[in-house]
C-alpha cells in the first residue's frame, strides 16, 4: 500500500486562472499538496496527529496548460523502495513523485519530486519514516 500509487481526481475552479485562461502556476502547488494530502490519508496518516509529514523541497517542471476542467494528480513513493523500508535501515525523508495530468492524457502538464520530512508534532524534531508509520497505524 505505501508504494502504491494514488489517484485524486479534482475540478479546476474559476478562481484557478490566470490572465490567459490556464491555471496559475501557484495554484499547481495547491493541487500537489491535495494529492499528497490524499496519499498521506491512505497510509493512515491525518493532519493533526502525532507525527506529520512535511515538505522539505520540491522540484516542478510545468510541461503544458491546463485549461478549466478536470484534472488529475497522481502521488507515488519513490524512495525508499519497499526493500529498503522492509530492511529497517533509518530513513528520515521519503520522496514523491507527483504528476498533474488532464483525464486521458498519459503525459502529465506539470511533474514534481517532493522531498517530505516527518516530524514528532508535539517535540517538533524529526522522526524515521519507520516511526511515522507506527504512529500513524497506532493512532
Request: hydrophobic share 45%; charged share 25%.
Amino acid at each position: 500500500m505505501l508504494h502504491d500509487a494514488t489517484r485524486l481526481s479534482l475540478s479546476v475552479r474559476p478562481n484557478d486562472l490566470d490572465a490567459l485562461g490556464h491555471v496559475n502556476n501557484a495554484v499547481v502547488l495547491e493541487y500537489l499538496e491535495a494529492g499528497r494530502r490524499d496519499w498521506l490519508r491512505r497510509i493512515g496518516g491525518e493532519p493533526g496527529g502525532d507525527a506529520v509529514a512535511v515538505v522539505a523541497r520540491i522540484e516542478i517542471d510545468y510541461r503544458a496548460e491546463l485549461p478549466y476542467g478536470q484534472l488529475e494528480v497522481v502521488t507515488e513513493l519513490e524512495s525508499p523502495t519497499a526493500e529498503e523500508v522492509a530492511d529497517e535501515a533509518l530513513t528520515f525523508r521519503a520522496l514523491l513523485r507527483q504528476r498533474v495530468r488532464l483525464p486521458g492524457t498519459r503525459e502529465p502538464a506539470a511533474e514534481a519530486l517532493v522531498t517530505v520530512a516527518f516530524l514528532d508534532a508535539r517535540q517538533r524534531c524529526p522522526i524515521t519514516l519507520q516511526d511515522y508509520l507506527s504512529a500513524v497505524v497506532a493512532g
